[in-house]
Nanobody, 121 residues
């Protein structure tokens, strides 16, 4: 199973980026997908992940600015990031819970390699 994230780059404060992450490989069933980020010298933190009832949980610092969506037909999750701030700069990682076969009862978590987001002030 591979997770390929893309869409990062350099943007000015106030700008927007759209990240994508596509899961591929031996996938029987794809569970939850979410986004995390890690800034230099800091621990990896959750940015967005599915919640109950089809809702999405966001870290407080991105609420109202970031939107996560998913295209099940493409095994892809997106993160639309608007009104970017310098403090949003980090390597963004996608995470997916994957079931590789019908016999795979619990599934496993997989991580992409990350995509760099840099925000200039």
């Amino acid at each position: 199973v591979q997770l390929q994230a893309s869409g990062g780059g350099l943007v000015r404060a106030g700008g927007s980026l759209r990240l994508s992450c596509t899961a591929s490989g031996s996938i029987f069933s794809l569970g939850d997908m979410g986004w995390y980020r890690q800034a230099p010298g800091k621990q990896r933190e959750l940015v967005a992940r599915p919640s109950h009832g089809g809702m999405v949980d966001y870290v407080d610092s991105v609420k109202g600015r970031f939107t996560m969506s998913r295209d099940n037909a493409k095994n892809t999750v997106y993160l639309q990031m608007n009104s970017l701030k310098p403090e949003d700069a980090a390597v963004y990682y996608c995470n997916a819970h994957v079931y590789v076969s019908e016999a795979d009862r619990y599934g496993s978590d997989y991580w992409g390699k990350g995509t760099q987001v840099t925000v200039s002030s």
